[in-house]
Structure formats: C-alpha cells, structure tokens
C-alpha cells in the first residue's frame, strides 16, 4: 500500500484546510486509517482514526468537536477536515493505514505516507 498526502498548507488560527491520503491497491477496505501530527521537536501523536468500513471513528481529545475523519472506499481515499484551527495544530500530518480494525497506536500502522505541512499561524 502507497499513500500520499496532500491539502497542508497555511492558514490563519479560525480558518479550515482538508487533508487528503490517496492509498493504492484493491484492499483498502481492508485498512484502519489514521492520521498523526509531528510538530518539530516533539513526538508523533494520535489525531484521528476510522475503521476500514467507516463505522467507527476515534479522536485525540485535542482535537474533538473541530477535526472530522472521513474515507471514501469506492476513491481509495481518507480525509480529514480541519476546522477551527490553532497555532498548536502547526506540525506534520501523516496518513498511515494498518490491517487492524482501528487503532491509536503508531505501532499499529503498516504503512505511512510522506506527510504534509499544517501551518496555522495566530
């Protein structure tokens, strides 16, 4: 599996971005996706996952009530809609994709995708 990510950018604290991971190959049902921030540093941390088939979603506290996850199977893709965003939403976003049914865990990952940069300034 390949992913790539793409929709970082930057913005100002209040605004919104979307976050896109395109995977390749036929499985993609068959993978929890999640998405991970880096911001320099610091270590990766958990922002969002959802289940292969969509049914069940889970969230960093930090971002509960302003960051949605959401994956299209017929397009191979997972999203991530950014809303209310704040300077500490500033880092890396990664995309990575596991043959679990969901998980918070990195280690729990199979694959990642390249990142892409979040800037949100105040």
């Known amino acids: 599996v390949q992913l790539q990510a793409s929709g970082g950018g930057l913005v100002q604290a209040g605004g919104s971005l979307r976050l896109s991971c395109a995977a390749s190959?036929?499985?993609?049902?068959?993978?929890?996706m999640g998405w991970f921030r880096q911001a320099p540093g610091k270590e990766r941390e958990f922002v969002a996952a959802?289940?292969?088939?969509?049914?069940?979603?889970y969230y960093a506290d930090s971002v509960k009530g302003r960051f949605t996850i959401s994956r299209d199977n017929a397009k191979n893709t997972v999203y991530l809609q950014m809303n209310s965003l704040e300077p500490k939403d500033t880092a890396v976003y990664y995309c990575?994709?596991?043959?679990?049914?969901?998980?918070?865990?990195?280690?729990?990952?199979?694959?990642w995708g390249q990142g892409t940069q979040v800037t949100v300034s105040s």
């Open positions: 190959g036929r499985t993609f049902s068959s993978y929890a």
């Open positions: 959802i289940s292969g088939r969509g049914g069940s979603t």
């Open positions: 990575a994709a596991g043959r679990v049914y969901v998980a918070v865990e990195p280690s729990q990952y199979d694959y």
